[in-house]
């Protein structure tokens, strides 16, 4: 940090080296700008943050922060009743995979009968609920594209029990570069998290015009605009999925919806601004 000089430090994701920024910006007289990642962030027992040294600098770096950048008003909410942290919403941006290709429906009624899951062997992405899903649907096409340690026995258990699903395919940690193709191949994203930021893997599905089955909502714009299915449970994800599947007319409408939404909100131009507005302000305390 010292070699970078700069005049703002911006740090994202939540750990102790949240409270070491925010250490150093305050002995440089430096300007500390703090983007939260996820919503455990912003629970007050930080229950994923298992070592004590690890909560009392997030704390830290998390009350010195010049601004404080919330994914969501649910986290933007969360942040005040919890540490008393105002804070401002600037949603996360995507870049336009689709740019130029023409037109708004991305999942024709052709496409493959598959589907994509995305993201770590983490207890908290709950992959195990997606590999029920799958013994549930013979008929379908279940992708798995991510990884985990190997030394965990929770992800040993999955990728073994993973291997013995005949429609379940393991393509491991993919480069992000190659992850595109993925996308257009699937007919539905699904998320099986117990609890998320505002996931990235959701603004590339949208890009793509994909709808997303999920147990997880952001703010609630999966239901509110018709961007997928929310449910709570294995029952729920797969009869979502099959509402999904079995309706061409229901994936279009989704899939429109999908890319309209991408367009108005999570383009990297229309993130950009605001983000840029947040900045010029701290530039005008220097």
């Known amino acids: ?36 990642a996820s919503e455990v962030g912003c629970v007050i027992s930080l229950p994923y943050y298992t070592a004590r040294h690890q909560r009392v600098s997030y704390r830290y770096g998390l009350r010195q922060a010049n601004i404080v950048i919330a994914q969501t008003v649910t986290q933007q ?12 919403v600037i949603p996360n941006c995507a870049p336009d995979y689709r740019r130029g290709e023409g037109g ?10 598959r589907l994509l899951w ?21 008929d379908l096409q279940f992708d798995v594209v991510g990884n985990g340690n190997n030394e965990s026995e929770y992800v040993q ?28 191949r699937t007919a539905a994203l699904i998320c099986t998290s117990h609890a998320e930021g505002f996931p990235n893997i959701f603004l590339e599905a949208w890009c793509h015009g994909l709808p997303i089955v999920s147990t997880f909502d952001p703010d609630s714009v ?8 929310v449910a709570r449970d294995v029952s729920g994800l797969v009869a979502g999925i ?11 409408i ?33």
Request: hydrophobic share 35%; proline share 4%; aromatic share 8%.
């Open 118 to 138: 995305i993201g770590s062997f983490q207890p908290i992405k709950q992959l195990e609920l997606f590999l029920d899903i799958a013994e549930q649907l013979p």
């Open 104 to 113: 708004t429906d991305a999942v024709s009624s052709n496409r493959e009968k």
């Open 222 to 229: 999966i239901a509110d605009h018709g961007l997928g299915i």
């Open 157 to 184: 258990r999955l990728r073994s029990r993973a291997k013995s699903i005949p429609n379940v395919h393991l393509h491991g940690a993919v480069p992000h570069a190659y992850v595109q193709p993925f996308y257009r």
């Open 1 to 36: 940090m010292s070699k970078a000089d700069a005049d703002i430090y911006c740090q994202r994701t939540g750990d102790s080296i949240t409270g070491i920024v925010a250490a150093f910006c305050r002995r440089h007289r430096r300007k500390f700008v703090f983007s939260i």
């Open 242 to 252: 099959r509402k999904i599947m079995d309706s061409p007319e229901q994936r279009r």
């Open 77 to 88: 909410k969360l942040l005040h009743e919890n540490f008393g942290i105002n804070s401002t």
């Open 254 to 286: 989704a899939s429109k919806c999908a890319r309209k939404y991408y367009l108005q909100n999570h383009t990297e131009e229309k993130v950009m601004e605001r983000l840029e507005s947040v900045v010029l302000e701290i530039v005008k305390s220097l």
